[in-house]
């Protein structure tokens, strides 16, 4: 699985924005999907997750941030609102044969950069 991320750019506190992660291949539907961001200096942490089980997010996202698919565009999503200038950082599409997001991805994606200014 080939995974392409972007969206990503430079916004103000407060704004919104909404990643897009297109997968090659025609199998997208059997995997579960992810987002993780790396900020600078720091490692690199989960995000959230979509699978046939449900949705996972990290705390310091949950009620800001929402995950989706869409299984015919071979695509997947990640709605940013309220966003903080902690958010900066590195954001990267993965792919896991199993939703235990707590084991590393299968695949990645390239990173695309979120900028959020105060």
């Known amino acids: 699985v080939q995974l392409q991320a972007s969206g990503g750019g430079l916004v103000q506190a407060g704004d919104s924005l909404r990643l897009s992660c297109v997968a090659s291949?025609?199998?997208?539907?059997?995997?579960?999907m992810g987002w993780f961001r790396q900020a600078p200096g720091k490692e690199r942490e989960f995000v959230a997750a979509?699978?046939?089980?449900?949705?996972m997010y990290a705390d310091s996202v949950e009620g800001r941030f929402t995950i989706s698919r869409d299984n015919a565009k071979n695509t997947v999503y990640l709605e940013m609102n309220s966003l903080k200038p902690e958010d900066t950082a590195n954001y990267y599409c993965?792919?896991?044969?199993?939703?235990?997001?707590?084991?590393?991805?299968?695949?990645w994606g390239q990173g695309t950069l979120v900028t959020v200014s105060s």
């Open positions: 993965a792919a896991r044969r199993t939703p235990f997001w707590k084991s590393p991805p299968d695949f």
């Open positions: 291949g025609r199998t997208f539907r059997n995997y579960s």
């Open positions: 979509i699978s046939w089980s449900g949705k």
